[in-house]
Every structure is written in C-alpha cells, then in structure tokens.
C-alpha cells in the first residue's frame, strides 16, 4: 500500500526537474508510504513519477519504486498488491524471467513484458492502482483494480495530464488550478460522496474501477478508459449462468473460493491482523485467517461508549471462540470528537459517513501492531446483507400498486410524525419483536419511505431511499448535479430483479466511491494497509451466480455466509439486528458538536462559502433542533462540506 503521484507533459524539459516536481507531489502522500521515496522522469518524454512507499513485500531495496522492468520497456508506480505474485512468478520463471527479488511490482512488469499490459492485468488477483509508462510505445497506461479498492485521480490543462493517489498532490503538481464542481457538490449532498467519475474539483475525474486509461499525447483529448472487468458485465454472467447445486454444494463452492482469497492476502512480510466487529462478514474473514496462521490472529475493535452503538461485547465473545490475540480499545464520545478536527485533511475530497471516525480510531489502534489488517467490507453488497434491499424491494413493489395520491396522502402522514416519535415508539415495540425484525433509526426509515412514496418509477423511488437531500441542486446555486448510475441502473433492460439492481448500483457507486474510499484514507492516514478478500472479483463473480434463495432465506439476507460462518463460530454469536460501523450523530448535534455546528451552519458561514443557499440548510437545523426534518446526515454532509471548503478551498476560489 503506498501513494503515487506523477504526469505527462507535452513539453520535454531535463529529467531533474521533471523528478523534482513529482517527489514533491508524492512528498504530499508521506502518510501512505512512510518506509520509502522515489521518482523517476524521462525529460525527452515529458513523463514523470513520484512514489512514496509502504514496505509490505520484499522490504529490501528490490522493492523499491518507480521501478523498471528487467527489459527496460516500462517503469512503473504502483499502489497496492497483487496476491497471487508467487503463482504468476513460477509461470513466468518457467517461460524464461529472472527476478533480483521478491516483490509483487516485479512480477508485474514481467508480466507486462511477457504478456502485455492488459492480458497481464486481467490474470492479477488484487487491489491496485498504478500508472506505467511504455518506453517503447511511447504512451502511459493508468489502470485501477476492479472493484476501485485502491483511488485513482486524473487532471488535465493545457499540455498536462496529471494523477495521483489523493487530491492533495495534484494540489502540489505546479500550475495546477480548479475550482468546486457544483453538479458534483449536489451529488455529494444527496449521497454523502461524490459519485464517479467527477471529483468535487472541477476538471479532475476518477479513473472507473476495472478500466485503463492510455494516455499517448498530454495535449490532445483523453481517450476514453477502457474497461477490462465490471461488475455489470460479472452481474449479467452471473445471471445467464446460476449456479445449480444444491445448498452443500453452493456452501462447499463459496468457502473454498473465500479461503483462497483470505489466504493471499495473508501474504506479507510484516504482521498482519484482522478487524473485527463481531458480526458476520469480519468474524468470517477472521475465521478462514485462522486455518493459515502459525499463531493466533490479531484481532482489533473498539468499545462505545454509547450502548446503541457498541458491539465490542459482540466482538470478544467471537475473540474468544476463535482464539485470537484480541486488543479492544475503549473510546468516549470525548475521544471520537477529537478525530473530527482532523477529517478535512484526512478526507481532502468531501466524504460525509460519519463511520469514517471509527474506521481511523481502529486502524491507528491497529497500526500500533501491525502493518496489514483484512476488513470484512464487501459482504452486504454481495450477498444481500442490507434490510434495504428486501425492504425497499417490498416498498417499492407496494408502492408501484397504489394510486398516487393514496402513496402521497400516506407519505404526509408519517412525515407529519417527527423521527424521535417514531424511534420511541420502536423502543416501546421491541421487547415483542424478534431480534432480527428490529429496526435500528425506525423513524429515519419510515420519513426515507415516506419520500419514497412521493415518486413514481423503480429508479425514482429507489434514489430517494439512498438520498439524504432529495433535491440537493435546489441548496446549489447554478449546479446540474452529476448523473450517480442508478437511473441507469434501476431502469436497464434485462434480467436481474430489482433487488439485485440495488446491489449492483451499490457496488458501482456506494461501495467504491463511499464505504471503500473511508477504508483507504483512514487506514492509509495511519500508514495500515487494509486488504479487503470479499472483494476478490472471483468471489464478486462466484456472489452474481448465487440464486436469490442461496442468498436471502427466511427474510435473512446472507444466507449463503451464514452457513460457511457456521462452519467455525455457532449461529448464536452472530445473530443479531445489524448495527453497523456506525457513530450517534444525531445526539452529538444536539449536545457536544451543537456549537460548532452552529459555527458552520449560521448564514454568514454559509453565505461567504458562496456555493451553498443558507435558507434551506437553516430550516433544516432547525427542524432538527425541534426533533423533526429528515435525520442527522444530511445536515452532517454541509457539516463536513463546509470544514472541507474551509480547509482546502481560498474564498476567492470558492466559486468555482
């Protein structure tokens, strides 16, 4: 894991100061790659990288980057792993290749040499940005993983293209200049991030995950990335070839290629622990690390202060079954809204999850005792993990029957009752509903329902579930928010029912652009590199041929999980309403952030910002304040919004 940086300049000037200009771009990302720094630069071609590295494999020299292959045709920089580098290093040993060491990145550009770039990619296992340049054919690959674990960033001006790893060292490339993107600034406000490929500066994209961009000359247009997987084409494959087994032959089928996963990325020359949370996807992933360990797995979590929020208990009971060396770190809210300051800087592209403070507190509790932890994201995307899926399915088929404005008359009376109404009438519920019916936030679902109803369409009605501001381009002056894919998405024509779209629209948007960004800048802010083998695109594809009933059985989503699980920790250590990664916003804006949430959000702030209308966003608090509005995280994401503005954006600039 590391952080790389660099461009393409139409104009050739001498290497050193094309070397200069890229370490101090890379010099920005220190925290990604603590142990190394380098750069390279061909002044005659105008390229350049800068590289600064996190020793995970061959920790000598001969891991070091920008590196060359042993043919001289490419020279690389690359961030992340490819895991099965021994498997392709045989292979390639075989055919001829001699290696000086033992890392993954020379593997890779022997394969490049061997088989071509994206041959060569479409055989990696792993997690991977990288920009490699072709000496020969005179042209610079830029190429992301296929799920988008690891970020990419790409700028042009004027005879430039510039990427890197986060947006602060394009910040560094010199002459570099952009203004807040308003269309993207809505998306954020509907989504709490900003939806590829538009970045919240104007003129930067992301790379899509699964694509390679070739770039030949930096003054002509960008070429268009070209995909080499997606998770669209995995998702109609998938359909046109169900898996046909039985329930033992579809556990069988998932627990080998889960173990394979977990095993490579076990692979490492520094300490490697887990996160885990006690619940279905983490205390799996631990489980399967514990098969191909020579010693008890470390296992690390924090414990809440506030009940509802807390599942450390969960946590050390699976510890304990399993084995594992387990470090808990208590945290009060004190310590939580210590993080907060620091967001902006560690989020240098707005990102509205609150579940981002938790994320840092345990990688940098982590940290303190190993260089690589493995995360059980990905799970709910795949398998139907989310009470979203089978509960908006089921709103949206009940929606889709009744009259409009029966759906509208409906959808005014649960607003028309404030959200802590209904959470104390869910409290007064509970002691009779059985555990996994539970609704965590009762009242923040019933006013997302309520707004679902107000629509008419699949694809309408689903974006207002997952939309925090349902016209956010009303609170931007002159913005056209950014398209998000889900329209797309929710509306195409073939196969897959509508659950199954909400999985895919989550696994093209929310998973990569949300919940796998917050994993990378707040373990990376700590140099951890976090691994991620739900996401191997072989169990992402093994996941797409499961029938619904080998995923969801009896109103339970993961089904299919649930039974490998049970092959190493009993059902009653993980069975349990979802709770989630998740911090109480809602009570820190009403008591200990209260003030500097006025700060931020009094209309003098938001008028010298320029970009965000203050009357809407003070309406809002103060229904809020009163216990009405539409919950915590949309005022969250102005919040955050507003920090971001302050730290990155000058006024004078703040327009765009």
Request: proline residues 7%; contains cysteine.
């Amino acid at each position: 894991m590391c952080g790389l940086a660099g461009f393409l300049d139409a104009r050739p000037r001498p290497a050193a100061v094309l070397e200069r200009e890229a370490a101090a771009m890379a010099a920005t990302l220190a925290h990604r790659g603590p142990d190394h720094a380098g750069a390279w630069a061909d002044g005659g071609a105008g390229v350049a990288l800068g590289f600064r590295r996190l020793a995970i494999v061959d920790l000598s020299p001969d891991g070091h980057q920008p590196m060359r292959s042993a043919g001289g045709r490419f020279v690389i920089a690359f961030n992340g792993e490819v895991y099965n580098h021994v498997e392709l290093r045989r292979e390639l040993e075989r055919a001829g290749a001699r290696f000086r060491g033992h890392s993954d990145t020379e593997v890779m550009l022997a394969a490049f040499e061997r088989w071509g770039v994206e041959p060569a990619v479409r055989r990696f296992v792993g997690m991977f940005a990288f920009a490699l340049w072709d000496a020969v054919g005179r042209r610079l690959h830029l190429c992301r993983d296929r799920m988008g674990i690891k970020p990419l960033f790409i700028h042009q001006r004027a005879g430039r293209v510039s990427f890197a790893s986060e947006l602060k060292a394009l910040r560094a490339d010199p002459g570099f200049a952009a203004g807040v993107d308003r269309g993207a600034l809505a998306a954020y406000l509907r989504h709490l991030y900003v939806p590829a490929p538009r970045s919240i500066l104007e003129g930067v994209t992301k790379l899509p995950p699964g694509t390679i961009l070739t770039v030949e000359r930096a003054d002509g247009p960008l070429p268009a990335p070209v995909p080499y997987w997606s998770a669209g084409e995995a998702a109609l494959r998938g359909a046109a070839d169900p898996f046909d087994g039985g329930d033992d032959e579809a556990e069988a089928a998932c627990a080998a290629v889960l173990d394979d996963a977990v095993r490579l990325r076990m692979r490492a020359d520094v300490p490697v622990g887990a996160f885990l949370s006690g619940g279905i996807d983490s205390s799996l992933v631990t489980a399967l690390m514990r098969a191909h360990a020579a010693r008890p797995v470390r296992t690390f979590t924090i414990a809440f202060d506030h009940a509802g929020h807390d599942e450390s208990a969960h946590a050390a009971a699976v510890a304990r079954h399993l084995g594992t060396d387990h470090l808990c770190l208590p945290v009060s809210g004190d310590d939580a809204l210590a993080v907060i300051p620091g967001l902006a800087e560690m989020f240098d592209e707005p990102l509205a999850d609150p579940s981002q403070i938790p994320t840092w507190l345990v990688s940098r509790l982590a940290r303190g005792h190993v260089t690589v932890a493995l995360s059980g994201d990905g799970g709910d995307e795949l398998f139907s993990g989310y009470t979203r899926y089978l509960r908006g399915e089921a709103a949206l088929r009940n929606a889709a029957r009744a009259p409009r404005m029966v759906r509208r008359a409906a959808a005014a009376a649960v607003s028309a009752v404030p959200t802590a109404a209904w959470d104390g009438g869910a409290r007064l519920l509970s002691p009779v509903i059985p555990p996994l019916r539970r609704v965590r936030l009762a009242g923040d679902r019933l006013h997302k329902l309520a707004e679902l109803m107000r629509h008419s369409g699949g694809a309408a009605m689903y974006r207002s579930l997952v939309s925090q501001w349902p016209d956010p381009a009303r609170l931007v002056a002159g913005a056209a928010e950014a398209p998000d894919g889900i329209a797309r998405v929710m509306s195409a024509p073939g196969p897959l029912a509508p659950m199954e779209r909400m999985m895919l629209a989550d696994q093209l948007g929310y998973l990569p652009d949300d919940l796998l960004a917050k994993v990378d800048r707040a373990s990376m802010a700590v140099g951890l590199e976090a691994r991620v083998p739900l996401l191997d695109h072989r169990v992402v594809e093994l996941a797409w041929r499961l029938p619904r009933r080998l995923r969801v059985r009896g109103g339970e989503g993961k089904w299919l999980l649930r039974r490998v699980l049970g092959r190493h920790v009993p059902r009653a250590l993980v069975d349990r309403p979802k709770v989630g990664f998740t911090v109480p916003v809602e009570a820190w804006l009403r008591g200990p952030l209260r003030g500097w949430a006025e700060d931020l959000l009094a209309e003098d702030a938001l008028r010298r910002g320029g970009l965000i209308d203050p009357a809407p966003v003070r309406a809002e608090w103060r229904a809020f304040l009163s216990g009405r509005g539409r919950g915590a995280l949309a005022l969250w994401a102005v919040l955050t919004f507003q920090a971001w503005q302050a730290r990155w954006m000058a006024p004078a600039r703040a327009g765009g």
